[in-house]
């Protein structure tokens, strides 16, 4: 299996990290470990296509080098996501697709900072966005330029570790902190608005201190103007990103059916997902 830290880079201009063909590989993840998770996986693919291809910094595209940005994937359940750009980063390859969840596999179904390109060991929720205020907290003594996105569910913000970690974030003024709340409206067992109603979110992370903004969270385009207006408002505090997704956006048949977090793929469902997809360029 090709060492996860030295494969070279994909290649393809300006269709790397193209949403669909992202979709395609976790899909090709979820049917080949026979695993779950695949619509929260779907609706955080436009967020992480902007954030590798535009704003994450990786010296020499190594996943590790010190000079790096941090993205702390605190819903961590969504990793097959993140495994899709590592993919177009070169940093994963077929190999580990075809092999996912399989004995002897190097990759978990929650994030596992274990794995090169990984920062944090989530699946435990609310925790990860505290790992990532601790993460700022140091970047901010050393004066370094480095940048923390934390990526969280909804439904995460029922766990009080966010809240903690929000007013940490605020009372030390981390305006290298971005903090991208993936507001898809489901969580493992229900509607947010159901198991826990969480208000406007923008307005509560504005009365903790933090930029806010609230955007289209699959409109590529607006999701980078949102990231590049919070990073240039210069204004001393954390950032907050509210972004509105569809659970398993990209393929018709499991968009908000939250039955899409546990059900598994089978022959069927597997082509039928395909056969929704634009998989122009897919890896084969």
């Known amino acids: 299996m090709t060492d996860l830290a030295s ?3 994909r290649t393809g201009g300006e269709a790397r990290f193209a949403p669909a063909r992202m979709r395609r590989t976790v899909l090709e993840m979820a049917y080949a470990g026979s695993t779950v998770h695949i619509a929260c996986a779907f609706s955080i693919i436009e967020l992480l296509t902007v954030l590798y291809r535009n704003h994450l910094r990786y010296p020499d595209n190594q996943p590790r080098a010190e000079g790096r940005d941090f993205l702390i994937l605190s819903k961590g359940h ?17 190999s580990h697709v075809q092999n996912y969840f399989k004995d002897g596999s190097e990759l978990k179904g929650l994030s596992d900072s274990r794995v090169p390109g990984l920062e944090v060991t989530s699946g435990s929720l609310g925790h990860g966005f505290s790992v990532g205020v601790g993460i700022a907290a140091g970047l901010q003594r050393k004066g370094t330029d480095q940048k923390v996105y934390a990526i969280v569910g909804d ?6 570790p966010i809240w903690e ?15 991208i709340v993936d507001k898809n409206g489901f969580q493992a067992m229900g509607t947010t608005d159901d198991v826990l109603a969480l208000g406007d979110l923008s307005a509560k992370f ?3 201190g933090f930029e806010t903004l609230e ?4 409109d590529e385009a ?22 509105r997704t569809v659970k398993g956006k990209g393929v018709p048949f499991m968009e908000s059916d939250n039955r899409w977090h546990y059900t598994r793929l089978d022959q ?3 082509d039928e997902a395909v056969n929704a997809l634009d998989v122009t360029g897919a890896p084969k």
């Not at 899709?84 to 940093?91: K, T, V, Y």
């Not at 439904?155 to 009080?160: C, D, I, K, S, T």
């Not at 607006?222 to 907050?240: C, E, M, N, S, Y």
Request: with cysteine.
């Open 222 to 243: 607006a999701v980078d103007a949102a990231i590049r207006q919070l990073w240039a408002t210069g204004a001393g505090k954390p950032k907050a990103l509210i972004a």
């Open 155 to 160: 439904g995460e913000l029922n766990e009080g």
């Open 165 to 179: 970690g929000a007013l940490v974030a605020a009372h030390h003024r981390m305006d290298n902190l971005m903090l």
């Open 268 to 270: 069927r469902t597997f």
């Open 78 to 94: 969504g990793v097959m996501a993140q495994y899709a750009c590592m993919r177009e980063l070169g940093w994963l390859d077929d």
């Open 7 to 9: 494969s070279p880079v």
């Open 215 to 218: 955007v289209d969270g699959h």
């Open 206 to 208: 504005a009365s903790f």
